[in-house]
């Protein structure tokens, strides 16, 4: 008797036991909530959630979300430091919320990654959100508030740069600064969005649509059996990664095999790996990153691009999470289009 079969015949027989429930109910999924696109005037919060930073630092997000047409409400939390926070865990957990509760608030910046979030998101209150949604915006460990919003909302957000990648001179900025930052903009203005990557010997062809979810990789790893732990059964999943190991790649690669996520993607994207150069050369790992994420996904009949502008590097676009995505894989290269 099959797993179905058997569960069927269980609530048949109105004896359902708790661990099967709760497998029937975790393989359900929460609408996709997407919040109002942004118009003149409206205001957007920016908040430490994680890392610190000063005032000053925020000066250039500041001045270039204003030259949109926005106006910027900066939280308490900006300034203040506990060793490596942005203020305490109950000053970044106030700070945080005042700004969700604020109905004059339409989106929240946070303004760098670090650590931290972790700390906070089950002390937080989203459920003005379900009524209120506003778009949240961020990347690296801001993962953990893409991922809790997205399993157990459904609503959607922008995975970007932050305040601590804003240029501090406009006009002397490289283009793909200047591309990357107003890629924010017109996420937030409702821009359909819509990018491209090149070829890769190694990317697997193929056309997919599915909500797209993913983020950091070491946070999504740490995020496994949490409430914030991602679904991924039909979604396109991408990931990024800096600063790591190969051996550490690979097992967190496991890790998202071990736990299911790899096996019914609708698609998977690779974004940048900065990868951390071995200390003793008799200690590498000996497979590279490409190897290492095929030979989890061997016979996998979905598409699967690399090089991606996603991750801690310069070309790291806004990507809507929680919003349905075509991912088109060819010989010639990657499309990723939002659908309407």
Not at 47 to 67: C, F, V
Not at 119 to 125: E, F, G, V
Not at 269 to 282: H, M, N, Q, R
Request: glycine content about 8%.
């Amino acid at each position: 008797m099959n797993r179905k079969t058997f569960v069927s015949s269980l609530v048949a027989a109105g004896a359902v036991i708790p661990s099967l429930a709760s497998d029937l109910k975790e393989e359900s999924d929460v609408p996709g909530i997407v919040p109002h696109y942004l118009k003149e005037g409206d205001t957007i919060g920016i908040t430490s959630p994680a890392g610190y930073i000063t005032e000053k630092e925020i000066q250039p997000a500041i001045l270039q979300i204003e030259s949109w047409g926005l106006k910027v409400k900066s939280g308490s939390t900006i300034g203040k430091r506990d060793h490596t926070f942005g203020g305490t865990d109950a000053e970044r957990i106030a700070d945080f919320q005042q700004l969700l509760d604020d109905k004059n608030i339409k989106a929240i910046l946070c303004a760098r990654g670090g650590y931290g979030f972790v700390r906070i998101i089950d002390q937080l209150d989203f459920s003005k959100m379900k009524t209120q949604p506003k778009w949240m915006i961020g990347f690296s460990d801001i993962t953990v508030l893409h991922a809790h919003l997205n399993r157990n909302f459904g609503i959607a957000s922008i995975h970007s740069k932050m305040c601590n990648s804003f240029p501090d001179d406009w006009s002397k900025a490289e283009p793909i600064q200047v591309e990357t930052i107003l890629s924010i903009r017109d996420a937030l203005k409702g821009v359909q969005m819509k990018y491209a990557a090149p070829a890769n010997e190694h990317n697997k062809a193929g056309v997919a649509e599915g909500t797209l979810v993913g983020g950091n990789l070491k946070t999504l790893e740490s995020l496994a059996g949490s409430k914030s732990d991602l679904r991924t059964t039909n979604k396109i999943l991408f990931v990024e990664d800096t600063g790591e190991y190969l051996y550490s790649i690979d097992r967190m690669f496991w890790n998202l095999k071990r736990t299911g996520k790899l096996d019914h993607l609708a698609g998977l994207i690779i974004g940048g790996f900065k990868i951390k150069a071995s200390e003793d050369v008799a200690e590498e790992f000996g497979k590279n990153l490409f190897e290492i994420v095929m030979e989890k996904i061997p016979d996998c009949t979905y598409p699967v691009c690399f090089d991606f502008p996603v991750g801690h590097q310069k070309n790291n676009f806004a990507l809507k999470c929680g919003v349905q995505h075509k991912l088109q894989v060819t010989n010639s290269g990657t499309t990723l289009t939002e659908l309407r």
